[in-house]
C-alpha cells in the first residue's frame, strides 16, 4: 500500500512554498537542504516549527518544501503557513474549534451601553464646535461645511 502524502501551499508576502508531508521520523529538507542547514536563524526556524509543536505532531512527519521568493523570514512565514494547512489536510480537528468558516453567518454582538456621564455644560456633542444652537462662532448657522464662513 501507498503511503499518504499530503501536499499544501502556503504563501506570505511574495514568498511561496510547497509543502508535502508523509508520516516519517521529523526529517525537513529546504529546496533539497537541510532545514539546519537552509536557514541560519534560529527564529527562522521557530516560525516553521509552532504549527508542528502547537499540534503536538513535533517529529511524526517527513516534511519536503519546495520556496521560493522573498526573504529569509517571508520563507519561514510561506513554510509555516504551508506546514499548517498541511496538517490540517492531515486532521481537521487540529483547527480551533473558536473559529469558524467565514462562510457563516455571524452571530450577533451585545450592544453597547450608552455612557450615563455628565457632559460639561453647554456642550452639544452633535453639534460643531459643542456649541447647543448649531451656530459657529460668529453666530452663523452652520451648514454642514467643514470650515466657518
Do not use: C
Not at 66 to 73: D, F, M, R, S
Request: no cysteine; net charge positive; proline share 7%.
Amino acid at each position: 500500500m501507498p503511503e499518504k502524502v499530503y501536499y499544501a501551499t502556503g504563501k506570505r508576502k511574495t514568498s511561496i512554498a510547497r509543502v508535502w508531508m508523509r508520516a516519517g521520523d521529523g526529517k525537513i529538507k529546504v529546496n533539497e537542504q537541510d532545514l539546519n542547514h537552509y536557514f541560519k536563524l534560529g527564529t527562522a526556524k521557530m516560525i516553521i516549527f509552532q504549527p508542528l509543536e502547537l499540534t503536538g505532531t513535533l517529529g511524526q512527519f517527513d516534511i519536503d518544501v519546495t520556496v521560493e521568493g522573498g526573504g529569509h523570514k517571508g520563507q519561514a512565514g510561506a513554510i509555516r503557513h504551508g506546514i499548517t494547512r498541511g496538517l490540517l489536510a492531515v486532521k481537521a480537528s487540529f483547527e480551533n474549534p473558536s473559529r469558524r468558516p467565514a462562510s457563516l453567518p455571524g452571530t450577533p454582538g451585545k450592544k453597547s451601553v450608552k455612557s450615563t456621564a455628565k457632559k460639561a455644560p453647554g456642550r452639544d456633542s452633535n453639534s460643531p464646535n459643542g456649541n447647543p444652537n448649531g451656530e459657529n462662532k460668529k453666530g452663523k448657522v452652520f451648514r454642514g461645511l467643514p470650515f466657518f464662513y
